[in-house]
């Protein structure tokens, strides 16, 4: 367990606050053992690869727990796919790949981890988590372990029923088969479209904001004048609208501050409040 653990060097951001405490668990009772212990009361957050969050620069009061190399398993058994939470993405879809499985490229454009694909439902060109999903082992805040299956997960955009109590412990994925040079092709055409539209090589929480129902919410940034807007060390990507871009050593709160900012300029366009995607934890400065 660490105190005061400086977060901004395990965010894609760069940025934000420490943690009042830290802790790295490697295995899945350990990690009953710790959740068991923490008072209810205090917070807790499990980070991922650190690609869509933002710590407020006041840092984190509570307990971050990041999953260790016991949730990093990947193995095949009675014909479904078991993934542990801290599995990056694109390493499942090259897992995939690997043994023919398809349906599973899209992972290969999605930055993070298992655990956080299916908390929030991740997905990209036009494919979704729950779409290939059979269920979760939960651990909830009393160290109980349960299985929900796809229904009782209530997969909706962006979003799942697990929610900050509740650690993913391992992901079930459902095999369909496919030919190895179909999927190989699929995950190429994937990492180039990334490769041309997005600014991948850079200080980004990924997207920023969901897609209003109808709406490319990169669209509506654009169109409402947001493209390389600025406020201290932050800046709206002239790529990709939605992304914003710690360029200049900018602050969590220069970050916020431009969403917030764009979130004002597309209401004031188009009567459309946008809806981080990004997840925005802990607190402001003292």
């Known amino acids: 367990m660490i105190k005061n653990f400086d977060l901004s060097k395990s965010t894609w951001f760069q940025t934000g606050g420490k943690a009042d405490l830290y802790c790295n668990v490697y295995d899945k009772e350990d990690l009953k053992i710790i959740i068991k212990n923490v008072p209810s009361n205090i917070p807790i957050f499990i980070l991922g690869a650190g690609s869509n969050i933002l710590v407020r620069d006041g840092g984190f009061k509570g307990l971050i727990i990041k999953l260790g190399k016991g949730f990093n398993n990947i193995y095949i058994k009675k014909g479904k796919l078991f993934v542990g939470p801290s599995v990056l993405d694109n390493t499942l879809s090259k897992f995939a790949l ?106 980004t929480g990924g997207s920023t904001f969901k897609n209003p129902i109808g709406f490319y919410a990169a669209k509506l940034i654009e169109e409402s004048g947001c493209k390389n807007m600025q406020v201290g060390g932050a800046i709206v990507s002239s790529k990709h609208s939605n992304f914003i871009i710690n360029q200049n050593n900018a602050s969590a709160e220069d970050i916020e501050n431009l969403g917030k900012k764009i979130i004002e300029k597309v209401y004031s366009k188009f009567n459309i409040i946008l809806d981080w995607e990004i997840k925005i934890i802990g607190s402001s400065r003292d």
Do not use: H
């Not at 029923?161 to 459902?174: H, Q």
């Open 98 to 203: 690997k043994n023919s499985i398809s349906n599973l490229e899209f992972f290969s454009g999605i930055p993070g981890t298992l655990g956080g694909a299916i908390k929030m439902n991740a997905g990209c060109f036009g494919f979704e988590t729950k779409d290939v999903v059979l269920g979760s082992y939960v651990l909830n805040r009393l160290g109980k372990e349960i299985f929900l299956d796809n229904s009782n997960l209530n997969f909706n955009y962006r979003s799942s029923v697990i929610d900050n109590n509740s650690i993913v412990t391992e992901i079930v994925i459902r095999i369909d088969k496919g030919n190895m040079e179909n999927i190989n092709s699929k995950i190429q055409n994937i990492i180039e479209k990334r490769n041309l539209t997005q600014p991948l090589k850079t200080k």
